[in-house]
């Protein structure tokens, strides 16, 4: 049964940071591309950054330079480190593994 696990959410404020971590469980993590994905208000759910099993990373071009995604196979943990944050970065951010399976959502939210 596959299960992705996010955490890190939360308030910050206008260029503060946050770390997400996605734990995953269920498949083998280190032969899969995982994601992150974030979804605004009234808005769809749209592609923040994913990592390849081989390390290759690709980030919407808003949060390049700022975002930086990675993982640690031998703990199934995906994270996303997040800095100088925007209040348009609100959302809530899902973590995206194989077969279509997501977590369940972290919030955030970056006050202006």
């Known amino acids: 049964q596959v299960q992705l696990v996010e955490s890190g959410g939360g308030l910050v404020q206008t260029g503060g940071s946050l770390r997400l971590s996605c734990v995953a469980s269920?498949?083998?993590?280190?032969?899969?591309?995982m994601g992150w994905y974030r979804q605004a208000p009234g808005k769809q759910r749209e592609l923040v950054a994913d990592?390849?099993?081989?390390?290759?990373?690709n980030y919407t071009d808003s949060v390049k330079g700022r975002f930086t995604i990675s993982r640690t196979n031998i703990k199934n943990t995906v994270y996303l480190q997040m800095n100088s944050l925007k209040p348009e970065d609100t959302g809530v951010y899902y973590c995206?593994?194989?077969?279509?399976?997501w977590g369940q959502g972290t919030q955030v939210t970056v006050s202006s």
């Open positions: 995206k593994g194989p077969f279509g399976y």
């Open positions: 269920g498949f083998i993590f280190r032969l899969n591309t």
């Open positions: 990592i390849t099993s081989g390390g290759i990373t």
